[in-house]
């Protein structure tokens, strides 16, 4: 009999030559008839400093009638939305009731390494990892997924991932949005690949190792193009991008302007008006919408502006991406009007950044040229050429020992393609992107950059990593880092 595992990858031919074909049993719909799924709330302090999750297969229906296998936190996909506020040290139990060894690593958190769970922290099946995290750190929208040595991409793709709020007044003060569910909206963005039966698919295989596991349906919240009933006024939304690879570039269809208010660490020193905005895996932003006028606004993604030239050669990029693929509606209700009326034009003051040339740099070259090359010419190996500075991940190798308290600017430098870098254990300021500064909603503090083709940014280094739990530093495309575009770096 086959194993889970296997029954989960059957599908990688069938989706491969889905992802080249653009076609699909299952491809994204204009129905918006299923309302929006609001992940359930906990509250630390309401379980009395403990929370306890279950990653686990289950089932779950994308589309009404057509249940999928899938895994989940405490549910048959995606994780509950867990609140902390700064000052608590939350009890967490995680027990792994999955055929497949896993972790929790918690993006975007500053905490110690030896709680970050990363690879070096597995939970193998029937285990149950404990530990105590301590929270001390500003309000912000972080979020929390499997990361296991070479079997992230899959775990994430089929379910694995939930958001975390830490709060510590500073929204109060502002007076944003913050009845959850209501005015104050999480939604996790995913692009998968569908059979014809509903079955979700992930595309195995040496095209997705060489640019990431990429669908041609956009789900929000595990729904397939949903609608969510808002307060006819201010909404704030808190968007991140769980896509294994694809970058979203978020609009709405009639062109309304949102602002941005906070990004991956925390708030912006101002908002920023917007109409459109990219979003890279792994990446939050939150933004507030004005839904007054009372007119139904749908949300859309164009196509990858980055995507990998190797898909769009091959015609599968260009045709699995629609011009603007629809996400989901959203229905304003004049009964229900928001508590927030006004756009807070200043938010929370952000430190300037301090002269950088007396500071360490350190250069990090993400190497994918060989891997594009390999493939073009049908070798079939596009993992063996993934790495940083010419070296593949190694669970045995330090790359970098740095001071703990010290800060260092780090250089970096892409291949062929765009990606989307991220640094465990620290929140950093971007100083420039291709030698230009930064676009002022990406001015804030950030824990993922995406890297087009250089990118320079500005670290502080606060927490511990010993060598038996050091921090990772890596692509967020998730098949490069399980095929080795990942290193590590330890602090003190």
């Known amino acids: 009999m086959p194993t889970r595992r296997e029954t989960l990858l059957g599908g990688g031919a069938l989706a491969a030559s889905t992802l080249l074909t653009g076609t699909s049993g299952c491809a994204q719909t204009n129905g918006f008839t299923t309302l929006l799924p609001v992940p359930p709330l906990i509250d630390a302090r ?20 057509r249940p999928a296998a899938t895994l989940g936190y405490s549910g048959p996909i995606l994780g509950p ?28 958190l500053l905490i110690p390494s030896d709680r970050d769970g990363a690879p070096h922290d597995p939970i193998a099946p029937g285990e149950t990892w404990r530990k ?8 912000t929208t972080a979020w929390y997924h499997p990361h296991p040595h070479r079997d992230t991409a899959r775990q994430v793709y089929f379910g694995l991932a939930g958001l975390v709020l830490i709060e510590d007044g500073t929204g109060a003060q502002l007076g944003l949005p913050r009845t959850y569910g209501v005015d104050d909206l999480p939604l996790i ?32 919240n595990g729904a397939v193009a949903p609608v969510a009933r808002v307060p006819a006024g201010l909404v704030r939304l808190r968007l991140l991008n769980g896509s294994n690879a694809r970058n979203l570039d978020l609009r709405f269809a009639d062109g309304r302007t949102f602002h941005v208010i906070a990004s991956d660490g925390g708030y912006l020193a101002t908002s920023v008006a917007m109409t459109r905005i990219l979003i890279a895996p792994s990446e939050r932003f939150e933004i507030l919408v004005d839904f007054s006028d009372g007119r139904a606004a749908h949300l859309e993604t164009g196509p990858d502006p980055v995507a990998p030239m190797m898909g769009m050669m091959m015609g599968g990029m260009g045709r699995a991406q629609s011009p603007a693929a629809p996400i989901m509606k959203f229905a304003p209700d004049d009964r229900r009007p928001s508590m927030t009326t006004a756009v807070p034009p200043t938010l929370v003051d952000m430190p300037p950044l301090p002269p950088i040339d007396p500071l360490g740099r350190r250069r990090f ?25 010419g ?82 530093f890596h692509c967020h495309i998730l098949e490069h880092e399980d095929a080795g575009m990942m290193g590590q770096y330890v602090c003190g």
């Not at 780090?410 to 971007?430: K, L, Q, R």
């Open 132 to 139: 105590v995290l301590p929270i001390a750190q500003a309000e």
């Open 46 to 65: 309401s379980q009395g400093g403990a929370i306890r999750l279950v990653a686990q297969e289950g089932r779950h229906e994308f589309m009404a009638g």
């Open 81 to 108: 939305t867990l609140r902390m506020r700064r000052g608590e040290e939350v009890r967490f139990e995680i027990e792994n009731r999955m055929d497949a060894t896993t972790t929790v690593h918690w993006h975007g």
């Open 365 to 389: 070259v993400l190497n994918d040229m060989g891997m594009m090359m390999g493939g073009m010419m049908g070798g079939g190996r596009a993992g063996a050429a993934l790495g940083i500075n």
């Open 189 to 220: 963005l995913q692009d998968r690949l569908f059979d014809a039966t509903g079955d979700l698919i992930y595309p195995d295989g040496p095209m997705t190792v060489m640019q990431g596991a990429r669908g041609n349906t956009i789900t929000a």
């Open 391 to 472: 070296q593949a991940f190694d669970m045995d190798r330090i790359d970098a020992e740095i001071a703990l308290g010290s800060s260092e600017v780090w250089d970096i430098e892409t291949g062929a393609m765009a990606h989307p870098f991220h640094v465990h254990g620290v929140h950093f300021s971007v100083i420039s992107l291709d030698g230009a500064p930064p676009p002022v909603h990406l001015q804030g503090w950030k824990d993922t950059v995406l890297v087009a083709r250089s990118a320079e940014i500005l670290i502080h280094f606060t927490q511990v990593a010993p060598r038996a739990h050091p921090f990772m």
